[in-house]
């Protein structure tokens, strides 16, 4: 009978749907990153029952979350968001934070290529046991993207990640999805290239909580100081924000490891001011309203965009535009009633 003992005590491999909710977030209380890793898997993906899970998991994890710092980061490809996050990551674990880098891309497509080209600009964090670094995902639409970023967020920070780095690109939609889950929006340039030649839009530079002027080594110290007054000097004509922040202009080399202090004190000064004047708080409910806004909104657009009458008027409502017997809100009106009383 001793075989059937043996048996008995057999317990079969986990697989990833056999862990429970409970399971899931004890293990990512506990700073388990095999778990982490699994749970923003099933967050990425598209199967009911992983999704199902997935809200279960992230219901357990919300009530441990929110004592972080989320710094979006953008700047166009290039300027050094990578190599800078790769740095500004490892002073920030050497003064014994817990750092996790999370990335939306959805211009990208991810490849394993790209994955590892992140990777080897992340060397050496990559290795840190006090940082985790997760790709944007591969799949979908930027509501897509952001809207698993969110949840990511939420995950890392149950697991104990007190500093959540964003990169984004600077070109796009995407920075303003980063800027409205973040705290702090940092902005990366370059001296020596016009705002137009580095395809910043004065709207980034408005949404900046501060700018960070990368790659001031070498010979491009001196241009990069004098990039550093330009830039202040019409940061402050932009009228200032509700809190009366005024964006600071710091200057470093992400290669060197040279300034990253300075533009981490920029986040930690300007979480001060906020949390002195009660915005704090204000500013993470509101993040949160956010969050919910933009799922709403894109599961309307999906259900909308989804639905086969709809899809079946679309081609006769476009031609009637654009023959001129409809107005473009006509119809946007006609359709929407006609979606909205089926
Ligand atoms: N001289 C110098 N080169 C840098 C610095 N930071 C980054 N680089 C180089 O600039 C190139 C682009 O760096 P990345 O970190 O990949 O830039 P990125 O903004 O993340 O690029 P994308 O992810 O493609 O948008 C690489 O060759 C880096 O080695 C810096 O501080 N000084
Ligand atoms: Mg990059």
């Excluded at 043996?6 to 749907?17: A, H």
């Excluded at 408005?206 to 070498?218: F, H, L, P, R």
């Excluded at 969050?291 to 909308?304: G, N, Q, R, V, Y």
């Amino acid at each position: 009978m001793e075989w059937v003992y043996f048996l008995s005590t057999f317990k079969p491999l986990k697989k990833q749907d056999n862990y429970s909710a409970t399971e899931f977030a004890t293990g990512i209380a506990a700073g388990n990153r095999m778990l982490l890793g699994k749970a923003i898997t099933l967050c990425e993906s598209t199967l009911p029952t992983h999704r199902k899970l997935a809200a279960d998991v992230l219901k357990l994890c919300l009530p441990l979350a929110g004592k972080s710092i989320r710094v979006g980061i953008t700047g166009v490809p290039g300027v050094g968001k990578s190599t800078f996050i790769e740095s500004l990551g490892t002073y920030l674990t050497g003064l014994g934070h817990k750092v996790a880098v999370l990335a939306v891309d959805p211009s990208s497509t991810r490849t394993g290529g790209s994955i590892l080209g992140d990777k080897t600009r992340m060397e050496s964090l990559s290795a840190n046991a006090n940082a985790f670094i997760r790709p944007s995902p591969s799949s979908g639409n930027l509501g897509g993207v952001t809207a698993r970023t969110r949840e990511c967020i939420i995950l890392c920070e149950a697991a104990g990640y007190d500093i959540i780095l964003i990169e984004t690109v600077g070109v796009g939609q995407s920075e303003t999805e980063v800027k409205s889950m973040a705290d702090f929006f940092l902005l990366l340039m370059l001296a020596g290239a016009g705002d137009e030649l580095q395809g910043i839009k004065r709207g980034i530079m408005e949404m900046a909580d501060g700018v960070a002027i990368n790659k001031a080594d070498g010979d491009n110290l001196g241009k990069a100081r004098i990039a550093r007054a330009d830039f202040a000097r019409a940061l402050h004509l932009f009228p200032p924000d509700d809190t009366g922040w005024i964006p600071p202009v710091e200057v470093c080399s992400a290669i060197e490891h040279k300034g990253i202090d300075a533009v981490w004190n920029m986040v930690t000064n300007h979480k001060k001011m906020l949390v002195s004047k009660g915005l704090f708080e204000r500013r993470r409910n509101q993040q949160l309203i956010n969050w919910f806004e933009k799922l709403l909104a894109d599961s309307l657009l999906t259900a909308f965009e989804s639905d086969t009458f709809i899809n079946k008027k679309l081609p006769k409502i476009k031609e009637a535009i654009l023959n001129g017997s409809l107005l473009p809100a006509e119809a946007a009106n006609a359709l929407i009633k006609n979606f909205i009383n089926k």
